[in-house]
């Protein structure tokens, strides 16, 4: 006998957290083993499942569900679950980016306070060498008899 299939639309949930997104999928009636969970590289999350509704008839009860994963997902570390006959489909965000706006701030800042403390050190150098001949031309003026040992 072949299968017939009866397809349906299970509806789902967004909850949005700060660090992760999930999808919550009602499936009741249907166990893990007849879930398939899966991404692609088109940034596509794809929900599919059967299981058997009456056997004296062959009829089967089946579902596909695609869904575009937020841009800030990390696929890598996406999960699922199901419970109670809700499957949980949790995807993290990626974590912020090293150089966020607030960073560069900090490194602006950092980048000005290296600046200013070598225009400091300049500055000290330069007074220094000022001082320097102007203290030897003093020693000249006054004390002309000790640069002149020879």
Known sequence: ???????????????????????????????????????????????????????????????RKEIRLPKDTNEDEISAKLSHGVLSVVMPKKAKEPYSSSSIDGLKTRKRTSIKVVIGVVAVVVTLFTLGNYVTRIMDTHYPHVGSQG
Not at 18 to 30: A, M, S
Not at 40 to 58: C, F, H, P, Q, Y
């Open 1 to 63: 006998m072949e299968k017939s299939y009866e397809e349906f639309e299970p509806s789902c949930r967004w909850v949005r957290e700060e660090k992760h997104v999930t999808v919550e999928i009602d499936l009741k009636g249907f166990k893990k083993e007849q879930i398939k969970v899966q991404t692609n590289n088109k940034g596509l999350l794809s929900v599919s499942g059967e299981r058997l509704l009456d056997s004296s008839n062959n009829k089967w009860s089946r579902f």
